[in-house]
């Protein structure tokens, strides 16, 4: 059976809802935070220079910026298709083979792919002051720009690291000037460039939108973000939580003509975003009721822009319903286990690297409008399940362009 057939086989077979298997991802920087149910052995499963794992991506049809000793496919997500891993396949081959008949045919026609993914972002201390780029200054390096959203799940958060806080833009009286003053010492002191910043204490339970541009740097909770497809950015810390960032972090997204032009990098910057006075009003993302019954609720958790939105349905124990939905989705569970569509479902307890798993699926758009049940056999847990698809008229705050 070739791989076009295998595809419409398993697309037809599963009425369009697709079982995916973990995508860990290590990262050469930070410290992982050992919350992503991955077993403590395998942490360094891609070899110490590689670094330890921090993140389980879902619902990927792009692979990791993570250096020249990464694999080809990194990143990527696979759908289950046998129950053998050996015949896994990306569910980018299933994008390009279905196309709109799996996201959609409005979408397609519109990216001609599957336009975001999200993951699970784990450090045990903070991450590094940085920006993802926006889509003209990313599209100067053949990149895309990375609007991303927050949404911090209390059942990974069992505890919350080493600093529960994240930082956004900077102080609204700080000036540019004092900026590049920082960034000029880059490679000879530690600049402390979060002193011209703002801090908010997490709270688990919400979330933030991060648009591009914006300046940020992640706290230490284990935490769910949706984003574009795209891995791109300029980090303007150089030391952070003791490690030392060499200048490729602040520059390898610049034009090779402006790498040492520190007024183009501080020109990647949104500065009106950035020094917001209003910034949490604007950005933080409290969850909000999309639908509830005495069978389950739905929160909306990752809205208000153009891109990326996500929500978190809880189905009650015991409980049995019909969840539609208008556009194609990925999902992840978070607590609970049961039936979801023809599948079995349940959170993992424990991984190991390359093991299948019954915690994360795709949803095609006939799928979804036609409705998927989903069973919650736990007679006391609720089943909980994280929502992730690009923005839509649906969408709370989002402003749909007419055609």
Not at 148 to 169: D, I, V, W
Not at 173 to 181: F, G, H
Not at 335 to 344: E, I, L, M, P, V
Not at 391 to 400: F, L, V, W, Y
Request: with cysteine.
């Amino acid at each position: 059976m070739t791989k076009q057939e295998m595809i419409k086989k398993v697309y037809e077979e599963k009425d369009g809802v697709l079982e995916l298997i973990p995508v860990f991802v290590p990262r050469r920087f930070g410290n992982a935070g050992h919350r992503l149910k991955l077993h403590p052995d395998d942490y360094y499963a891609l070899g110490t220079q590689r670094g330890s794992i921090k993140e389980r991506w879902f619902s990927s049809v792009i692979t990791a910026m993570n250096g020249e000793k990464a694999a080809t496919d990194e990143g990527l997500s696979y759908v289950n298709t046998t129950g053998n891993i050996g015949d896994k396949i990306s569910l980018k081959d299933f994008v390009e083979e279905l196309k709109g008949k799996l996201v959609g045919q409005e979408l397609y026609e519109k990216y001609q792919t599957w336009p975001m993914y999200s993951k699970f972002f784990d450090y045990e201390g903070p991450l590094f002051h940085h920006l993802h780029l926006d889509f003209e200054a990313a599209a100067k390096v053949g990149k895309i720009g990375k609007p991303e959203a927050y949404y911090f799940p209390p059942q990974l958060n069992n505890y919350l690291g080493s600093f529960p806080h994240t930082y956004f833009g900077f102080s609204p009286d700080c000036t540019k000037d004092e900026v590049k003053e920082r960034l000029q010492n880059y490679t000879k002191e530690d600049i402390r460039i979060t002193e011209l910043s703002r801090a908010y204490r997490i709270q688990l339970g919400t979330g933030w939108y991060t648009p591009p541009g914006v300046i940020h740097a992640p706290g230490s909770c284990l935490t769910y973000e949706p984003q574009w497809n795209s891995d791109v950015n300029s980090v303007y810390e150089n030391i952070c939580d003791n490690e030392i960032y060499d200048r490729s972090f602040l520059d390898e997204n610049c034009p090779e003509e402006e790498k040492s032009n520190l007024d183009y990098i501080i020109g990647l910057l949104d500065w009106n975003k950035n020094i917001d006075p209003d910034y949490r009003k604007h950005y933080f993302r409290p969850p909000m009721i999309c639908r509830e019954t005495d069978q389950y609720s739905e929160k909306w958790i990752a809205y208000g822009n153009d891109y990326i939105s996500a929500k978190e349905l809880t189905v009650y124990p015991g409980q049995h319903v019909l969840i539609k939905d208008h556009f194609a989705y990925g999902c992840i569970l978070t607590q609970g286990y049961g039936r979801f569509g023809g599948y079995r479902c349940e959170t993992a307890t424990m991984l190991r690297f390359g093991q299948l798993s019954c915690d994360e699926f795709f949803v095609s758009e006939p799928a979804a409008k036609k409705g998927i049940v989903i069973i919650n056999e736990s007679e006391c847990e609720p089943l909980v399940i994280l929502k992730h698809f690009p923005s839509n008229r649906e969408t709370p705050g989002k402003q749909i362009e007419k055609e």
